[in-house]
């Protein structure tokens, strides 16, 4: 049976959809239970507050087919050096395609901690936004945005809509 990304969507922060680095491994596993994920810490300096590590999506013959890199700051979060890493695990994870889009950290101008911002324990504050096709980066009106995010988990625009399947057609 094909994983279910669907049933762990969240939104957050600006109406995105986020597959939580979780739900990534869940899938990734399923998928692939003789591949792997390793970590490393790049950087790990407790009494300043900082930690940066790395994460390797490898295959059985020992490929390394997706890195992914995350800092994070005790000023940031009290418990940083889980959160780099857990980031590092789900940026290789989405650059392997285990929730690609679906993932907003790897988009330019994406929500910087989506992981840590659901949108029920915000209270935004909206600006008018500069709203673009993630695609071709035609503008976009505030409704084509809601709509597309809603069928498609990403703006695009009228014409770029026509060139993606839905996600009620993707792969389950």
Known sequence: MAFNFKRYLIKVQGGRYYLPVAARLVWFREEHPDWRVETEPLELDVERGIAVFRARVIDEHGNVLATGTKMETREGFADFIEKAETGAIG???AVAGFGTQFAPELSEGGVAHPVDTPVGALREREKPRDLRCSDCGAPIT????KLS????????????????????????
Do not use: I, M, T
């Not at 505030?142 to 945005?145: L, P, S, T």
């Open 91 to 93: 940026r290789a994870l």
């Open 142 to 145: 505030e409704g084509v945005y």
């Open 149 to 172: 995010e809603d069928r498609f988990g990403r703006p695009l625009c009228a014409n770029c809509q026509k060139k993606h399947a839905p996600l009620s057609q993707q792969k389950q």
